[in-house]
């Protein structure tokens, strides 16, 4: 790691938000900032449009991420707000476990959207793809 940049906090934030509001990007997901005066770029609104062919087919699920302090270093806090079940997703309060590989595999160059996108594909494995799902619309 030695001789490595590190690219501060907000300034790699600052880019994952300029790139999400450009429409840079997977476009089957989304992110913003929950409030735009929030000068330390934590709590995020993110979606992702359940993968066609599959149970989550035309459904947007809404989400909430926080990015700690440490953010890049320590992945973020991710957790459904709208009602899922999807394997490493928390049936009770819809936190997001590190077992999703885009959080377990988490490095500095990871992003919110790649978090998204590794959920997205989450929905479309064997395991996920024809879970029973809560009603469109419930929240946790």
Request: aromatic residues 6%; contains cysteine.
């Amino acid at each position: 790691m030695s001789g490595a940049i590190v690219i501060p906090r907000n300034f790699k934030l600052l880019e994952e938000l300029e790139a999400s509001e450009k429409g840079t990007g997977d476009m089957s997901v989304s992110m913003g900032l929950v409030d735009s005066d929030d000068i330390f770029l934590t709590e995020w609104n993110g979606s992702i449009l359940g993968p066609p062919g599959t149970i989550y087919d035309s459904r947007l699920y809404e989400l909430r991420i926080s990015c700690g302090p440490d953010y890049p270093a320590v992945p973020p806090v991710v957790r459904f707000v709208s009602k899922i079940n999807l394997s490493s997703v928390n049936a009770s309060n819809g936190s997001v476990d590190r077992s999703l590989p885009a959080l377990a595999n988490w490095n500095r160059s990871s992003t919110i959207e790649s978090v998204l996108v590794g959920l997205r594909q989450a929905m479309n494995s064997p395991q996920n793809r024809r879970l029973a799902q809560p009603p469109e619309g419930t929240m946790f």
